[in-house]
């Protein structure tokens, strides 16, 4: 999408489509708005037709039956144009729907969708030949973050015969990667609070509407965000052994750095053991860094050598 033109809707680029839906024990069905993503592309071929042999093993498909389920995409005349199984997922013995979803490569010929169980038609769903259109209004070259770090976004669908689902989605590394903090949502307005999500250089939010099918998106310009210090979490700190996880929205998981209190790395690691052969107390904390430096320590208690257990927690931890 050029910059000069990123708040009008444009066709999402995604090869592949999700389908989703649930199946009542009765066979009636309940479908899902589809939408076309990037991810999901398999290496499998991708024109598997009238597939009704299930995987051994498989028991989700209904008793009754014996036949695996089948989701379709097709086209005006009802023929298929590509076909891929479903396992049916029951939460709970006495759940009365089960949960199906599956990707498939888009076809842009594609008018109907359709769930099958063997040769038996569970229902068909007719869809959009048009895509949907939207414009973002907000924000604008103006009126962009505000002061506490909240991105408004709000967009105005054209009108349409067919409702419109929407998502927002967030990149903070130019677009290698997406969030979807905005799902299933039928209102037009989105508060996006950057001060939960990654921080970069390179950062977008993203608007997606599905009408069932086909989907649309538009973007914001490009945005900084700061990245934001690396939190630790302290399991179990009464001693020998201390837990703790290091988490950065940006990198993930990292470890842990335990010191004493002259300086020495006791461990690295998820864990650490304070004991040690000789008579006395020391203090320990646990850090965390990210590759940028940014980083957090949090001083966890006082602790006798030999036994390994606390003799004086740091107030406040």
Known sequence: MADDDLNESK?????????????????????????????????????????TSPPAGDQQALATTGNQHIVEILDYEGTAL??????????????????????????????????????????????????????????????????????????????SENPLTYFVCYTADGGHT???PGVDLQTTDFYLDLRE?????????????????????????????PRKVPTLLLGETEG??????????????????????????????SSCDVRLPVAGTRRVSANVADSTGLATSVKVGEYDNLSGKVVQPIAGY
């Open 11 to 51: 066709p999402f680029p995604g090869p592949m489509v999700r389908v989703r839906g649930r199946v009542w024990r009765k066979g009636n069905v309940t479908w899902s708005p589809a939408l076309r993503t990037y991810r999901g592309q398999d290496k499998q071929s991708t024109n598997q037709r009238r597939i």
């Open 82 to 159: 590509i076909s891929r199984p479903v396992r049916l997922n029951f939460f709970s013995t006495d759940q009365e729907f089960a949960t199906f979803s599956t990707r498939l490569p888009f076809e842009p010929n594609g008018e109907q969708l359709q769930l099958r169980i063997g040769e038996r038609v569970l229902s068909t769903l007719k869809v959009p030949t048009e895509r949907p259109y939207f414009t973002l209004l907000h924000p604008d070259e103006d009126d962009y973050i505000d002061r506490d770090g909240i991105l408004h976004l709000h967009w105005a669908a054209h009108s």
């Open 178 to 180: 997406w969030l979807r």
């Open 197 to 225: 999500m990654p921080g970069g250089q390179r950062c977008r939010a993203e608007v997606l509407a599905t009408n069932g099918y086909r989907t649309s998106y538009a973007r914001t310009r490009w945005f900084d965000v």
């Open 240 to 269: 020998p052994i201390l837990y703790g996880q290091g988490y950065s929205k940006e990198e993930g998981a990292l470890p842990v750095q335990w010191r004493a209190d002259d300086g020495t790395i006791l461990a690295t690691g």
